[in-house]
């Protein structure tokens, strides 16, 4: 079974992508490997921030390793907020800052299509691998729920009457960007061993 080191510093992340994975990899967190470290994400693309990331890691440990990075695509804002989904409202900002924005940026707009796009970099054996996931939505009129983080309580998948905020753990990451490219990543490793 392989062991993938996952750079991340954001736990909702670790926990969701460790669901996901459930037996199938060993995923170490950076704690796991004591390794505190600022991850730089300075690029202009979702792909260029996940390459930037898994490298960073790498470079400092030499271990397989991978990191996603997400976009929140709205069609009426021209693909905004995405490789500036994290800090849309400003340096500092948190989710609830990030969302009142959207919603305000959003108001009297009647498309209210969206998509998440998640790429994900991974290393492994000293080889580069890229993989993507995306689900399609819309941006609702308010936030509901209380579960996930980011955006969640504003987005709603299509084909569903609720927010992935307002779903159980597994309805999301069986439909999400970020479970459909950790999939796509766990398909192609299995063919790798
Ligand atoms: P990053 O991948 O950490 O750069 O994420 C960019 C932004 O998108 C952050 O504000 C996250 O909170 C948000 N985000 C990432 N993944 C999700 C998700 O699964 N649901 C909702 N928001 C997300």
């Known amino acids: 079974m392989s062991t993938l080191v996952f ?6 992340k670790l926990r969701e992508v460790r669901e996901i994975t459930g037996n199938s990899v060993i995923i170490r967190s950076l704690s796991d490997i004591e ?4 991850i730089p994400e300075d690029q202009e693309t979702i792909e260029g ?12 440990t030499g271990m397989d390793c991978f990191a996603d990075d997400t976009g929140l695509e709205i069609a009426a804002l021209h693909g905004r907020p995405g490789v500036y989904s994290a800090r849309y409202a400003g340096e500092g900002c948190d989710f609830a800052d990030n969302i009142k924005k959207v919603l305000e940026e959003m108001n009297g ?5 969206a998509c ?16 993507e996931g995306r689900v399609n939505g819309e941006i609702t009129q308010s936030p509901s729920g209380a579960d996930g983080f ?28 970020r479970g459909r490219a950790i999939q796509k990543m766990l398909r192609y490793l299995s063919e790798l061993e």
Do not use: W
């Open 35 to 38: 390794l505190d470290a600022e």
């Open 7 to 12: 750079a991340t510093n954001n736990k909702h």
């Open 150 to 177: 980011g955006y969640d309580p504003v987005f709603r998948p299509d084909n569903h009457s609720r927010t992935f905020a307002e779903m159980p753990a597994y309805l999301k990451n069986g439909l999400s960007h």
């Open 109 to 113: 707009i009647e498309d209210r299509r």
């Open 116 to 131: 998440f796009r998640c790429a994900i970099c991974l290393i492994f054996r000293g080889n580069e691998y890229m993989f």
């Open 49 to 60: 921030n996940a390459r930037q990331k898994a490298m960073f890691i790498f470079s400092k």
